[in-house]
């Protein structure tokens, strides 16, 4: 079984954000944690491919649409957010270097948009997915194919608290793989 693994790359940089935000390292420690986090994801299973998905910070479209689309989000004044973006426009750059890792950003679009996309075109190809988000939008992803060649799960990967989710009757999958 072929399995991909996508990363919210957002997800990443919000996640390490707000632990040095507590640890107050942020402007310390955020380009060493990001890299180093990275790594330990992308090494955690010999993924066929791995994909990262962000956010392009320039006309959305869904705002476009929906002027007040995460308007309602509170917005922590605390953290230098500029610093932040920097920190984080250098990381995106070096891992763009990686050779086994797919980049994707687009003016635009959110690193949703690439996930659904990137999905839906793996389980044609019969590939499974491990998606690392937060974001309870893609648990509509979380589904697995009738014959048991892939499934997509959701892995909410954080230093204390890991979650995974899985497909309704995820099991006919984990079975086929176990008798196989």
């Known amino acids: 079984m072929k399995i991909s693994l996508i990363i919210d790359l957002n997800y990443l940089l919000y996640k390490n954000t707000f632990i040095l935000k507590k640890l107050r390292t942020i402007k310390q420690d955020l380009d060493e944690l990001l890299m180093n986090d990275f790594k330990k994801i992308i090494k955690s299973y010999p993924f066929d491919n791995i994909y990262v998905a962000c956010d392009s910070n320039k006309n959305n479209w869904r705002r476009q649409l929906y002027p007040e689309y995460k308007a309602q989000r509170e917005h922590d004044n605390s953290i230098d957010w500029q610093f932040v973006f920097a920190t984080y426009a250098k990381f995106k750059n ?79 999958v984990i079975e086929k793989m176990v008798n196989s």
């Open 94 to 172: 070096k891992i763009k270097k990686f050779k086994n890792v797919k980049f994707f950003e687009m003016e635009g679009l959110e690193g949703d948009d690439f996930i659904g996309y990137i999905v839906q075109e793996s389980n044609k190809n019969g590939h499974s997915n491990v998606i690392l988000s937060s974001d309870a939008d893609n648990h509509q992803l979380l589904k697995q194919d009738l014959n048991g060649e892939w499934i997509n799960f959701q892995w909410n990967y954080k230093f204390s608290d890991e979650r995974l989710y899985l497909p309704n009757n995820y099991q006919l």
